[in-house]
């Protein structure tokens, strides 16, 4: 597999972009019914969240569809994918405060049952080629698809540590992770000095220093998809990963710890 470059921004499929994120947004829905008073008042691991709340702030992010649809449609995309990644800490503060907010306006469960039944409604009538008013700005339908995939496997993932509940990823939308999550990484430090590989899904390479071009690379980092997701998102450490055998690192330059998480 070929190494992404950072300056050739990566195509993703719309329609099968479309189907994973609905996929991974009925996962969710059906563990979410499932689950107990005593599991959505547990914490959820991020900060202060309770589960109720991370449900609550996926609602949200589901429901932003219906809000981006606004008429009329925003003249032009004026935020690319990675910059969408590489502002998330940014909004971090206004997520809370909306997760907070909808926990305690409507019950959980149901909002985001709803919020999923009219997401699906919505993308089954929107044209590929629709920009969305997304809260970060305009975006591509495209691109604000795999922002949704971020959000739902992301989030997934924290839900399943957080009750217990087995969530599965879909695959699609797990490969759509990982390479916008890769590419975050390339577009933060970039150069050629450093390989990242997460098979078999995306192959970057990064920071700045000499490039590699023939055999292989000095410097190599190897992992699996959801370590690899749950480092770029800040859900686990360097030491952690390589301490459980998750993660393999290779070469003077390969401890790309400070570049972690990308996702901030």
Same mark, same amino acid.
């Given at each position: 597999m070929p190494a992404a470059s950072a300056r050739r921004p990566r195509s993703y499929d719309p329609v099968k972009t479309r189907a994973a994120v609905l996929a991974q947004a009925a996962h969710v829905a059906e563990a979410v019914r499932a689950l107990r008073p005593d599991q959505l008042g547990a914490p959820s691991g991020l900060g202060d969240w309770s589960v109720a709340e991370l449900v609550a702030h996926l609602a949200t992010g589901v429901d932003g569809l219906r809000a981006g649809l606004v008429d009329p449609a925003p003249? %032009? %995309?004026? #935020?690319? @994918? @990675?910059?969408? %990644? %590489?502002? +998330?800490?940014?909004r971090a503060e206004a997520n809370a405060r909306a997760a907070r907010a909808a926990a305690e306006g409507q019950d959980p469960v149901e909002r985001y049952t709803q919020a999923t039944a009219e997401f699906a409604r919505l993308l089954a009538d929107v044209p590929l080629d629709r920009v969305i008013a997304a809260r970060a700005g305009a975006m591509t339908f495209t691109d604000f698809l795999v922002t949704r995939a971020v959000e739902l496997v992301v989030h997934s993932d924290d839900l399943r540590r957080a009750t217990g509940v087995d969530i599965p990823l879909d695959r699609q939308a797990l490969a759509a992770v990982v390479r916008v999550l890769a590419d975050a990484l390339a577009a933060k430090a970039p150069g050629g000095s450093v390989e990242v590989r997460v098979p078999p899904y995306a192959v970057v390479q990064c920071v700045a220093g *000499?490039?590699? +071009?023939?055999? +292989? *690379? *000095?410097? #190599? #980092?190897e992992t699996d998809p959801l370590t690899w997701v749950r480092l770029a998102a800040g859900r686990t450490g360097w030491a952690e990963a390589v301490d459980g055998g998750h993660l393999t690192a290779g070469g003077e330059r390969a401890d790309i710890s400070a570049l972690l998480p990308v996702l901030s």
């Amino acid at each position: 597999m070929p190494a992404a470059s950072a300056r050739r921004p990566r195509s993703y499929d719309p329609v099968k972009t479309r189907a994973a994120v609905l996929a991974q947004a009925a996962h969710v829905a059906e563990a979410v019914r499932a689950l107990r008073p005593d599991q959505l008042g547990a914490p959820s691991g991020l900060g202060d969240w309770s589960v109720a709340e991370l449900v609550a702030h996926l609602a949200t992010g589901v429901d932003g569809l219906r809000a981006g649809l606004v008429d009329p449609a925003p003249a %032009a %995309a004026e #935020v690319a @994918l @990675l910059d969408w %990644a %590489a502002g +998330t800490g940014s909004r971090a503060e206004a997520n809370a405060r909306a997760a907070r907010a909808a926990a305690e306006g409507q019950d959980p469960v149901e909002r985001y049952t709803q919020a999923t039944a009219e997401f699906a409604r919505l993308l089954a009538d929107v044209p590929l080629d629709r920009v969305i008013a997304a809260r970060a700005g305009a975006m591509t339908f495209t691109d604000f698809l795999v922002t949704r995939a971020v959000e739902l496997v992301v989030h997934s993932d924290d839900l399943r540590r957080a009750t217990g509940v087995d969530i599965p990823l879909d695959r699609q939308a797990l490969a759509a992770v990982v390479r916008v999550l890769a590419d975050a990484l390339a577009a933060k430090a970039p150069g050629g000095s450093v390989e990242v590989r997460v098979p078999p899904y995306a192959v970057v390479q990064c920071v700045a220093g *000499p490039r590699h +071009t023939r055999g +292989t *690379p *000095p410097n #190599v #980092v190897e992992t699996d998809p959801l370590t690899w997701v749950r480092l770029a998102a800040g859900r686990t450490g360097w030491a952690e990963a390589v301490d459980g055998g998750h993660l393999t690192a290779g070469g003077e330059r390969a401890d790309i710890s400070a570049l972690l998480p990308v996702l901030s």
